[in-house]
């Protein structure tokens, strides 16, 4: 999806262009916001109308609020619902990613999302245009500047993106990955370089530019994150014949073992990751997330292999998934205890305690997940749920109400926490009570769970919440 000047967008979406421009001259921005977006909409890939849209943007926030506060937010549904498009709909991860950008352009992880989704989508011109902002802000971010470089690789500006590794190398000049990129762009850079100046010189050929053109394109499709099912296989195997003749190069060892993951060699990238893990004295929690994730997928594939027709399939189907709970359980406390201080494994293992009934256990790695951001809502639900099922009433109440007041949008999180606050008002008998949680419910969505059967036979009964 190459981007597109505004010569090659159809008549009607060029018109609604000019009118969004037309808003922002008139500081009409939140209509200019509308319009840009809608544009973007049908043209994902129309660089000048997502240019006015940032503008729009950022003049609409009058330069307030600065990057550098990190944005306390950080826990915003859209960035989530961004996050989780990103891996298998890129496109869709782009627009709602922009619409939080449309009030909050100064949130840097809009910005990186933008910049994944662009990339993927082929739209360096895009990517630039977010990392540029976040790199400008905060020149520290080191996955923004590794991020901003391949983006200047694939939009042909070489020179960029060699002066960012070189920054990046004067500050750590041992760090592997950015000695491979730097290496991949220089080969590049000199493939291209060589053969226009033979050119020029009468040495060499329209037919020498295009080879060279083809080994330039390996390259800068390896420097690149996002890549086809051709081109990881032709990776492979050159990164595993290069493994076999330097088996001691550990940064190879890892990027076989993704490209293996990548192809979806579970087997292979497994071992891989293992071998790298084993290694005495290392502590890298990637390693483990990608072991933990690719044994869920083996028993997972197991699963789906099984025969329906086998007369013993319902009892095999309870084996394997007992398996794979208890090897998800046991994996999470091995993981909480190698990485102490990462609060995430603490929320995790605390939902495995809470599915088994050990709910002290729990109620200790919740009140630490609460320091969280990103889990503290999460955190705090479940900490209601823990005090309910102990029977200690009047606390469960005090952490649901402050997880309710504290969370914003009614969506599905917020309704579980209004639908348990409102079950556990009818376990203490305050039934009234109780209605008034589900009545906020019916109100929005009568067919959430069965609140709309509880409300109607409340109030068939001559109830009233009020």
């Known amino acids: 999806m190459p981007e597109k000047s505004t010569s090659e967008i159809a008549r009607p979406l060029r018109e609604l262009f000019a009118k969004g421009k037309e808003a922002v001259e008139r500081d009409n921005l939140d209509y200019a916001l509308t319009i840009f977006g809608q544009v973007l909409q049908q043209e994902p890939a129309f660089y000048e109308c997502r240019e006015a849209l940032r503008g729009a943007q950022l003049k609409k926030t009058g330069g307030s609020g600065g990057f550098f506060k990190k944005i306390v937010n950080t826990a915003n549904p859209l960035l989530a619902k961004a996050q989780l498009a990103l891996r298998n709909n890129p496109q869709e991860a782009l627009s709602v990613a922009e619409q939080l950008l449309n009030s909050d352009v100064n949130n840097w992880s809009a910005h990186k999302v933008v910049a994944e989704a662009a990339l993927a989508l082929d739209l360096p011109k895009t990517a630039i245009l977010s990392l540029e902002l976040v790199r400008r802000h905060n020149a520290g971010d080191r996955a923004a500047a590794l991020t901003l ?10 020179a960029k993106a060699q002066a960012i590794y070189e920054e990046l190398l004067r500050a750590n000049p041992k760090d592997n990955e950015i000695l491979v990129a730097a290496k991949q762009l220089a080969a590049l850079r000199t493939l291209e370089e060589q ?23 390996r390259l800068e499709q390896e420097a690149r994150g996002h890549k086809d099912e051709s081109t990881i296989a032709s990776l492979l195997d050159r990164k595993v014949d290069e493994l076999a003749a330097d088996p001691s190069n550990l940064q190879l060892a890892r990027e076989v073992a993704d490209l293996y993951a990548q192809a979806g060699d579970l087997d292979k990238a497994l071992k891989y990751y293992k071998m790298l893990a084993e290694i005495p004295g290392t502590v890298d929690p990637t390693l483990d997330r990608a072991i933990h994730s690719l044994t869920v997928k083996q028993i997972d594939q197991r699963l789906e292999q099984l025969d329906p027709a086998a007369p013993d399939h319902a009892e095999q189907v309870r084996q394997l998934q007992r398996e794979k709970d208890t090897w998800m359980f046991e994996d999470c406390k091995r993981r909480a205890e190698k990485y102490p201080t990462d609060l995430g494994i603490k929320y995790e293992l605390g939902t495995y305690y ?13 009140q630490k997940s609460q320091r969280d951001p990103h889990r503290r809502l999460q955190s ?22 402050s997880a309710i007041n504290e969370k914003s949008a009614m969506d599905d999180e917020k309704k579980d926490m209004i639908y348990t606050l409102g079950c556990l008002y009818e376990k203490m008998g305050k039934r009234e009570d109780a209605m008034k949680q589900f009545e906020r419910i019916y109100e929005i969505d009568i067919g959430y769970r069965d609140v709309g059967k509880k409300v109607d036979d409340f109030y068939s009964a001559g109830g009233s919440a009020a």
């Open 195 to 217: 053969g226009y100046a033979k050119l020029e010189s009468g040495e060499g050929s329209y037919r020498d530019i295009l080879k060279d053109k083809d080994e330039a394109a």
């Open 354 to 366: 809470f599915k088994l009934g050990q709910i002290t256990e729990a109620i200790q790695e919740f």
């Open 380 to 401: 705090t639900l479940f900490l209601g749920k823990c005090f309910a099922a102990r029977g200690m009433n009047e606390m469960a109440v005090r952490q649901l109400n």
């Open 149 to 158: 470089a391949k983006a200047y690789v694939a939009h042909r500006q070489g």
